[in-house]
């Protein structure tokens, strides 16, 4: 049973629930904290809008109220180059209390940037010829972004932008950075793991929920751990919280 799930979406992109809904299911779970981490700014397709954010804070505060469950406001904020960029803005910090990110389809960048970085991994993934230049650009990229943006969790690591996971478990490790079991696909190999476990990387198990009945469900994650042999004592949030890294100011 997980004490915490920080992936969770909801009407505000392209989930069902709202996020009393989502608090809801996360009580009735005996999970203690949530976090909702709906899909990012430049995410042309489901991303909320900064204009929402407000409306956000409102119906978070009064789940809260409600359930007694504590919910961070996030957002899932979308890589979208080789130089590491994410569609965060430093006024967004004023906002958000935690951050997921992670690589999406259908994302703004700068044409060029699109063309190489978003569209090329689309590519490159579909037909199956990822080449090692591009798994050590991408690697960077993430690199980049760990170090450059006050990033809490990255989300569905090696789906579709495949990288060098030691290397990046690496910088991970050293920016206090957590790697996530996603709860919709297992996207790691086994060699994968073994190269994250040589580092002091920790993970945590997130359902990636859409629908407010998904919120907490730990299946996935937790086969993955099985399957690959992750130890328990490296899953964070099946026995604690973590603490988001200071967001305002920045």
């Known amino acids: 049973m997980l004490v915490a799930d920080y992936h969770t979406h ?57 359930t007694g469950v504590k919910i961070f406001l996030g957002v899932e904020a979308n890589i979208k180059s080789f ?5 965060v803005i430093p006024s967004d910090f004023n906002n958000l209390e935690l951050l997921v990110m992670g690589f999406h389809n259908f994302v703004k960048a700068p044409f060029l940037q699109w063309i190489r970085f978003i569209l090329g991994n689309i590519i490159a993934d579909a037909f199956h010829i990822v080449s090692k230049k591009r798994i050590e ?3 960077q990229a993430y690199i980049k972004a760990v170090k450059r943006y006050p990033i809490d969790i990255i989300s569905h690591l090696n789906h579709v932008c495949k990288v060098d996971c030691y290397k990046v478990a690496k ?7 957590y790697i996530e079991l996603n709860g919709k696909r297992i996207h790691f190999s086994q060699k994968d793991v073994d190269d994250m476990l040589k580092t002091n990387v920790k993970f945590v198990i997130s359902s990636d929920a859409h ?7 730990e299946t996935i994650g937790m086969e993955m751990a099985k399957m690959y042999g992750i130890p328990l004592d490296r899953i964070v949030n099946l026995n604690d919280v973590i603490i988001p890294k200071e967001k305002k100011g920045l």
């Open 171 to 177: 910088a991970c490790e050293e920016t206090n950075t």
């Open 211 to 217: 629908k407010p009945e998904r919120v907490g469900d």
């Open 10 to 66: 909801t009407k505000y992109s392209h989930g069902t629930g709202t996020v009393l809904e989502n608090a809801v299911v996360a009580k009735q779970k005996g999970i203690k904290q949530i976090a909702i981490t709906d899909h990012g700014f430049g995410h042309i397709a489901f991303g909320i809008k900064r204009k929402e954010v407000p409306s956000l804070r409102n119906d978070i505060d009064k789940a809260m109220q409600e």
């Open 137 to 139: 650009k991408n690697t």
């Open 83 to 87: 130089k590491g960029d994410v569609d």
